[in-house]
């Protein structure tokens, strides 16, 4: 038997029950794939994530939602960093080495920025009212034009007219596994959307819902579609540099903060801040 140290952390959290909740394994040697999702099952978090040595990384890390392992996403990729750098002398600039790259994060205290992969984007086959029903609103309530958006982990970023319609959407899963579904590189498929809209200067309101074994799940703080959001931007050819405040997750009683910014160049980065909860381990 095997003691396995853990930590559980809040991501773009302001007070200590806020924000996206993040188990990280701190030495997952030892832990085959079956377990570490098993694991992930076990702590039914949005992600867990495993950390293991790297000779190309400051860390390696792998990361599982409870029915799969993804290649990046943010809210684990800033959590994991803030547990690297207390387990080593990583300092504040700690690179990650994960499924879709070599991932670098900054620290200033607890907020933890990540600079995202350059993003690549393609056209939504569905029509605006095919998004709209998926979504359980009005074909008035879309804003401008969606586009599916990768920085690491793709999404389906789709703008609403008002922060109204975004507080009213209602996903229908069967519409959802229809329009919004992608392929895992490793087989599969995945079913996300992201809904945002400006809700004041500088500011945006953002709603991610996901299917997870069938059911429609809202998440607190997505850090990926957050990124995935700058991308849009860009492909928008909004004027750089832009920095924007993302509210989320007040649906679900865990308000997210999360900080974007694209500079100039077009390098989009994603930020926030970062709790530890708890410590514990399992035993294998």
Known sequence: MTAYAFRILNVFAETPLGGNPLAVFEDARGIDDATMQALALQFNLSETTFILPSTAASARVRIFTPTFEMPFAGHPTLGTAHVVRSLSDAGDAVTLEMR???IAV???????????K???RRPVAASRQD???MLGLDDGDLGATPLWVDTGSEHLVIPLASPDAVRRTAPRGDLMLRHASVTLPAGGSRTMAYVWCESGKGRVLARFFFLK????VEDPG???ACANLGGWFIAQGTALPLSRTVSQGSHV???SKLYLDIDASGSVRVAGDIIELARGSVTL
């Open 100 to 102: 879709a790259g070599v």
């Open 106 to 116: 900054r620290a200033n205290g607890d907020e933890w920025t990540l600079a995202a």
């Open 118 to 120: 350059a993003p690549q």
């Open 131 to 133: 998004l709209a029903a």
């Open 213 to 216: 074994q069938g059911a429609i």
């Open 222 to 224: 997505t850090g990926s």
């Open 253 to 255: 009683g865990r308000p």
